[in-house]
């Protein structure tokens, strides 16, 4: 696809629930990034890959929080047992090349998640 | 935790007018990045400024840099209401990823 492609792009969830995002990323992009966005505020790194390799996943805020991208491409967040507190934007984003640095990365439109 | 603090967190003008924000962060930098995000959109690059450069532009955006404040700004000139948005500045240390700061609304009234 032309852009990064985020499904579902509405969640609502109920507490204690599961609940997977995916994200598709430019084809072709080396690097995935995933973020969590709560209103008014900026987005929050949550994990990284390069291709299928998980480099980063300092930002996930506890072991609830699980990312994978089995084949390089597409990716999956999953938050399990959900909490009102998880409620937020989860933003997809991908680059062509290694990490950040210099190289453009192009977010998806997000995925709206609301625990009730 | 959030690497930047934009100021101001809001700012409301007229069109044709310039609006400027600023990005002040805390450590030491390789690059700094804009981005620009609609209401319920994602986020979309602006610029992107390295360490060991003062001042950038790309149309009527025009960004600096004093990494000696550990400061940037981001100026927009004769602003149209299309502008309106939330604009963050993203720095970047590696090994660390891309952390922005929490954002400036801009609105700019036609």
């Known amino acids: 696809g032309a852009g990064v492609s985020q499904s579902p792009r509405y969640k609502v969830a109920k507490r204690g629930q599961d609940v997977a995002l995916r994200c598709d990323p430019i084809s072709g992009h080396v690097s995935l990034f995933w973020y969590q966005q709560a209103l008014g505020q900026g987005p929050e790194f949550l994990t990284y890959?390069?291709?299928?390799?998980?480099?980063?996943k300092s930002g996930l805020p506890s072991d609830r929080f699980f990312a994978e991208r089995p084949e390089g491409s597409v990716s999956t967040l999953k938050i399990q047992r959900t909490q009102q507190e998880d409620s937020a934007v989860y933003l997809c984003?991908?680059?062509?090349?290694?990490?950040?640095?210099?190289?453009?990365?192009?977010f998806g439109e997000g995925s709206w998640l609301t625990v009730v | 935790s959030q690497q930047g603090e934009e100021d101001p967190q809001a700012l409301s003008i007229q069109e044709g007018e310039n609006a400027t924000m600023n990005c002040s962060y805390k450590?030491?930098?390789?690059?700094l990045q804009w981005y620009r995000q609609n209401s319920g959109r994602g986020l979309v690059h602006l610029i992107l400024i390295r360490s060991n450069e003062r001042e950038k532009h790309s149309g009527r955006l025009r960004v600096t840099l004093d990494t000696s404040k550990k400061s940037s700004s981001l100026l927009i000139t004769a602003s149209r209401a299309a502008d309106t948005a939330s604009y963050f500045c993203a720095t970047r240390l590696p090994p660390r990823q891309l952390t922005f700061g929490s954002g400036t609304q801009l609105t700019v009234l036609p």
């Open positions: 890959f390069q291709n299928e390799a998980q480099l980063d």
């Open positions: 984003a991908s680059s062509l090349r290694l990490g950040t640095g210099g190289n453009t990365i192009y």
């Open positions: 450590t030491s930098i390789n690059n």
